[in-house]
């Protein structure tokens, strides 16, 4: 039996690259009344095909009926739903800092140190320090650096992804659709 109680899930989805596919997939969440949380499209690394990483708090069942609505979109190659243990996932995250106030107080660097994450920028009138890592982990260095009044701006990525099995699946489906195309050739 499905359960009923939501979990975060992670939704990949493998595409062509066609202007307009982006709207028909957040559609489907939006049909369904499922809020995404993050997105995130990008190249991947099989020429021509794109892949987008999308989050939602989901049912079971919800979360099926969604990836199976967008693999009807007729330029999605593969649609697939994970849990966080079926992935292995990061984020990145961008926080300005006031640099006066921050060289004024040697904490808010020792945090910075603590967090793993790193100064790439410093000027006069700000720094930015870049933080990889998980969502929870980007949060807390966030709340620390708050706490000290020196953030002027802070962006986060959406989550990046991959599943954490020993094939990719989008691998298997095309090596599958081509060898069915190759038969099929040969019949005619």
Request: charged share 25%; aromatic share 8%.
């Amino acid at each position: 039996m499905l359960s009923m109680e939501k979990t975060l899930y992670t939704i990949i989805v493998h595409s062509e690259n066609i202007a307009g596919l982006l709207n028909q997939v957040t559609a489907v969440f939006t049909r369904r009344q499922i809020n995404i949380e993050s997105l995130n499209v990008s190249a991947s690394s099989i020429k021509g095909i794109h892949k987008y990483t999308i989050t939602a708090w989901a049912t079971q069942s919800d979360v099926e009926k969604v990836v199976k609505q967008i693999e009807r979109k007729v330029d999605v190659l593969q649609a697939n739903y994970f849990t966080d243990d079926q992935i292995y996932q990061h984020e990145i995250a961008l926080y300005k800092l006031a640099t006066p106030i921050f060289q004024a107080n040697p904490t808010a660097s020792k945090i910075i140190r603590r967090h793993m994450a790193r100064v790439v920028e410093v000027n006069p009138t700000f720094c930015i320090v870049e933080k990889n890592g998980m969502s929870e982990e980007i949060t807390s260095l966030y709340e620390e650096l708050q706490q000290f009044g020196i953030v002027l701006q802070f962006v986060r990525s959406g989550r990046v992804a991959i599943s954490t099995s020993c094939f990719e699946r989008l691998n298997e489906y095309l090596a599958m659709r081509e060898e069915k195309y190759n038969k099929e050739k040969e019949m005619k």
